[in-house]
């Protein structure tokens, strides 16, 4: 268990709001990441982040930003949310001196 | 740039029946290799890796050896049970800069279904 957590767990939000989820990590981990998982294309990185207010884009980055003001949360915003962008969202972290990822359970997105 | 292949399925296969997925690679410079397992409704779950060439990677079971020559990591379990039904992902590290740490490439996840 490397301490994860993502919140909210499921939302429903309709085209054109914002939504921020939210990752929560309590194991000080430097690299953070977010993933999107899509039937057909496995999982696809979003952003990610290697400190604090560092962070860069992944393949799959238009439409979403990310924030990092502090170590352990790691924020998504999709700021005017889109059906294309209806997906399960995962963050995970890297854990030190090595390249294997760990990830949260999952945030459930439905954009109406 | 990198890339991860791996067959889809679903692959269905009788309980202590031998199971191989396959997954090849396209990658720079000397990525690890891993494969992650997620049971329905959860997340992933790291179920092996192997950090460089001729590695194995051993878990529950399971293997997979790092093959350079042939740029495979195929996982294999010699008696696969019910529990082991779940969707199964090969991925690798070292992005655009050849490094782990900004983010795995993943397969497109193989679905196993394994029948009593």
């Known amino acids: 268990d490397a301490g994860i957590t993502q919140s909210p767990r499921h939302k429903v939000t309709e085209t054109g709001t914002p939504v921020t989820l939210r990752c929560h990590q309590t194991?000080?981990?430097?690299?953070m990441y977010w993933y999107r998982q899509d039937p057909g294309h496995g999982l696809r990185l979003i952003h990610y982040?290697?400190?604090?207010?560092?962070?860069d884009k992944g393949e799959v980055s238009d439409g979403y930003s990310v924030s990092r003001s502090k170590t352990e949360d790691f924020l998504l915003t999709l700021e005017s949310a889109t059906s294309s962008q209806t997906s399960v969202y995962f963050c995970?972290?890297?854990?030190?001196?090595?390249?294997?990822?760990?990830f949260g359970p999952g945030t459930r997105l439905t954009v109406t | 740039g990198n890339s991860v292949t791996q067959m889809e399925g679903p692959v269905t296969l009788s309980e202590e029946a031998f199971l191989t997925i396959n997954c090849t690679y396209t990658a720079t410079g000397y990525p690890s290799l891993f494969w992650y397992v997620q049971y329905p409704g959860e997340g992933l779950q790291l179920l092996l890796k192997a950090t460089k060439a001729d590695d194995k990677g051993s878990n529950k079971g399971f293997e997979a050896t790092y093959r350079k020559e042939t740029t495979s990591f195929h996982l294999e379990k010699g008696s696969v049970q019910v529990s082991d039904s779940a969707v199964y992902f090969c991925a690798l590290s070292g992005g655009r800069s050849g490094g782990g740490a900004d983010g795995l490439t993943f397969g497109k996840g193989t679905h196993l279904i394994i029948q009593p």
């Open positions: 194991e000080n981990h430097r690299y």
């Open positions: 995970a972290i890297t854990a030190s001196g090595s390249y294997e990822q760990y």
């Open positions: 982040s290697y400190g604090v207010k560092d962070t």
